[in-house]
């Protein structure tokens, strides 16, 4: 337990600091300390959530193990620009944020995403909050993914823990190829795809290319009209080959040394919007790695600003790692083959 970030804050600090993330924060030499502190305690709020959510995906792993499920599983704490996002469009309130901490697990088929979704609901050991079925009923965007949310229940030490929401996504390869893509090509081209911002015709793309995917997934609807529409589309915007070229374009630096031996299980990733460059920062314990996103994004960092997209990740192995984030990578093979 020690390894793990504590909360160390108040809720109510924790809900002034949310509504002034809501707001405009200017950076000035006498605003600086107050701006600090309102960084901190939120990022010590997300923080605490690392342990509930070790906990979720190892309750998921045992899931998948006990339904003979293949597939990856990986965990991440919320980036402070996406929670800042969040907090201007829909809450405002921190401490009511659903997905701070977020379990994903990535299977092969819909069958096996309907047989871990029923694992999970009768099986787990946490409260299920609320379920958002986005494969039957996929947002206006296309996306599509089976979201639970869960709240962590403790026992002894683990009791301060109590309560943490943890968001846990389920969806099929082909389904996480395309929101990877959809957050990819919006790094690339420096446009929110994923917010629903950016050139129309480009998400109007991803939004046919989804119902073609649950189309080959077993849903029905009008192949015939989609395609020539998704050929008109790929020729206006030359799709294919910008899908080739990012791929291409983005140089991944590999800033630690691959030892398979290695006991690292949370990697820091930087991806740099103005030379497309990925890092990797590995740390072997939730500590080192929180510590080190916290200062990531810190007011008044360069690695804060807006070229900069930074997100830590827990993950068993690093082989798993471009896997489950090909979008920090540029990897959108998957999704220009299909």
């Avoid at 020690?2 to 405009?24: D, H, I, K, N």
């Avoid at 374009?249 to 398979?260: G, H, I, L």
């Avoid at 960092?301 to 690093?318: A, F, H, P, R």
Wanted: proline content about 3%.
């Amino acid at each position: 337990m020690a390894e793990f970030p504590r909360f160390e804050y108040s809720g109510t600090q924790v809900r002034r600091a949310g509504e002034a993330l809501a707001g405009e924060l200017v950076w000035t030499d006498e605003a600086a300390e107050s701006i600090r502190e309102i960084f901190k305690i939120a990022n010590n709020w997300r923080d605490s959530h690392a342990y509930p959510m070790r906990k979720l995906r190892f309750e998921l792993l045992g899931q998948m193990k006990s339904q003979k499920l293949k597939g990856i599983t990986v965990a991440r704490l919320k980036r402070m620009a996406s929670i800042r996002r969040k907090l201007r469009n829909h809450t405002g309130k921190l401490h009511l944020i659903q997905d701070l901490a977020g379990c994903r697990a990535i299977v092969p088929a819909i069958g096996d995403v309907n047989a871990l979704i029923g694992a999970m609901r009768q099986n787990s050991a946490h409260e299920l909050f609320k379920e958002y079925d986005y494969i039957n009923e996929p947002k206006p965007d296309g996306y599509r993914s089976h979201h639970m949310v869960f709240k962590f229940l403790g026992q002894g030490d683990d009791e301060v823990y109590n309560g943490r929401r943890i968001e846990l996504q389920i969806r099929t390869r082909l389904q996480h190829s395309w929101a990877t893509a959809v957050e990819a090509v919006g790094l690339f081209r420096r446009e929110d795809m994923k917010a629903g911002q950016g050139d129309p015709d480009w998400l109007r793309l991803f939004q046919l290319m989804s119902h073609e995917f649950a189309f080959a997934e077993g849903w029905s609807g009008d192949q015939s009209r989609r395609i020539r529409e998704i050929r008109e589309l790929d020729k206006r915007l030359m799709a294919a080959n910008t899908l080739e070229n990012l791929s291409q374009a983005v140089r991944f630096t590999e800033s630690y040394v691959s030892d398979p031996h290695s006991k690292s299980e949370y990697y820091l990733i930087r991806y740099n919007n103005a030379d497309n460059t990925v890092s990797i920062e590995p740390h072997t314990g939730a500590i080192g790695g929180v510590r080190a996103y916290d200062r990531a994004a810190a007011p008044g960092n360069e690695s804060g600003s807006n070229n900069i997209n930074t997100v830590l990740v827990e993950v068993d192995k690093i082989e798993n790692l471009k896997e489950a984030y090909p979008n920090y990578f540029g990897e959108v093979q998957l999704f220009k083959k299909n």
